[in-house]
């Protein structure tokens, strides 16, 4: 363990760099902070290669189980102030561990539906904010993960990463372009279910079938028209106030429980 206590120390430059996409992608590295999603992090298996904390955080037994972990597999720890960990994470009050990890994108090829019955499917989805909700409503389900289609939010920004509050790391996440997933979807089991306004079918009406894999549109656009002709079912939630839509994560997350309760009542 070492410290560092200087803002233009070349690591904590690094690291800093992580809240850009282009840095991320670089170095194959992104950022997450705060006791309780690094502590997630290490219950699924996954310890930063860089751990950064200060004195008043690393007292935790938790803290101090993650320091001698990381340290025991070969990771960087790093003790340092706390305006350091504010640089780091671009918070004024910086939770007391920041931590860098490796990518974890899983590739479409290597993803094993039958390990779940239950996807999430979204298509150029920009929040990361909705992101990030909709991995830990996955997790809460039982999901096995998010694929990402055509240009999403990245999955690894700070923002995505503190809205998932550790769902990242249980759940699968995946990239790929509309006609890859299409191709990939109908070379095995799989219901996919769309969300639409352009159905009269209640989304508690059909009987889903396992692996359910729930496509979410765009938080303006929703779902272009020719990537719902090619799902299985598509259904709509009633709409009895002004709005004519909900959020996407919101949305998601009905869709989601409605599938699970389903598979519960057998």
């Given amino acids: 363990m070492r410290q560092i206590t200087g803002f233009s120390n070349e690591l904590v430059k690094r690291v800093r760099s992580l809240r850009d996409k282009k840095h991320r992608k670089r ?3 992104f950022l997450a902070e705060g006791l309780r999603i690094l502590t997630e992090a290490r219950d699924a298996g ?3 290669d860089i751990l950064f904390f200060a004195p008043q955080g690393g007292d935790h037994p938790l803290a101090q189980r993650l320091i001698a972990e990381t340290e025991a597999a070969g990771g960087e720890v790093i003790e340092t102030t706390p305006d350091i960990l504010s640089k780091l994470s671009g918070k004024e009050n910086a939770q007391t561990l920041v931590a860098a990890y490796r990518d974890r994108l899983t590739p479409l090829s290597e993803l094993d539906r039958g390990s ?4 999430i499917v979204a298509q150029a989805l920009r929040d990361p904010g909705n992101l990030g909700t909709i ?3 996955s997790d809460a389900v039982g999901g096995g993960g998010l694929i990402l289609v055509d240009d999403c ?3 690894f920004s700070v923002e995505a990463v503190r809205a998932s509050m550790g769902a990242l790391f249980t759940q699968a996440i995946t990239t790929a372009r509309w006609a890859e997933f299409v191709a990939w979807l109908r070379d095995g089991p799989g219901q996919l279910v769309g969300t639409s306004l352009r159905t009269d079918i209640d989304y508690q009406a059909p009987s889903y079938a396992a692996p359910t894999f729930i496509l979410v549109g765009n938080e303006a656009q929703g779902l272009p028209q020719a990537y719902e002709q090619e799902c299985d079912l598509l259904v709509k939630m009633p709409m009895r106030g002004k709005a004519d839509s909900l959020n996407a ?3 998601t997350a009905v869709m989601a429980y409605e599938v699970l309760n389903q ?3 057998g």
């Fill in 27 to 29: 170095e194959g590295l």
């Fill in 46 to 48: 996954a310890l930063p």
């Fill in 116 to 119: 779940a019955d239950i996807w």
């Fill in 135 to 137: 991995l830990r409503t």
């Fill in 153 to 155: 939010v990245d999955p």
């Fill in 249 to 251: 994560a919101v949305a």
């Fill in 263 to 265: 598979q519960r009542r």
